[in-house]
């Protein structure tokens, strides 16, 4: 719902997908929200092997960067109001997500 009412779309991996997907390294949830015809990724939500059942959610800078924060703005508040126990994630110098296994849960979030 979020999505679509910033004018984006959401993509996600169906059932027979994530199994198929599963037979190289194990997830049971993929999805993306895009700009218009799969212009540009405004979102990457996804777990994977060392994560299996928390989902990460990843956004772009994207090209018009006020509009990415406002709809990241809105979509983090919705997340935090379903899923209030959800946490944020630190971002590494490079730009990268630390591994699953560096992680370290406080109350304010995760810390290397």
């Known amino acids: 719902m979020e999505a679509q ?8 991996a169906s059932t027979d997908e994530l199994k198929q997907l ?13 700009r218009g015809n799969d212009e540009e ?3 990457s939500a996804m777990d994977f ?17 006020q509009r990415s924060a406002h709809f990241r703005a809105d979509l983090v508040k919705k997340i ?6 959800s946490a ?8 990268a997500i630390p591994l699953a296994n560096d992680l370290i849960r406080t109350s304010t979030g995760y810390v290397v």
Do not use: C, K
């Open 49 to 65: 092997t060392d994560h299996l059942g928390r989902v990460w959610i990843s956004f772009p800078v994207g090209e018009d960067q």
């Open 80 to 85: 935090r109001e379903d899923w209030p126990d």
């Open 41 to 43: 990724i405004m979102a």
């Open 22 to 34: 599963s037979t190289v390294s194990p997830i049971s949830f993929n999805a993306s929200v895009w």
């Open 5 to 12: 009412a910033h004018g984006y779309h959401v993509d996600a």
């Open 88 to 95: 944020s994630l630190p971002i590494m110098p490079s730009g």
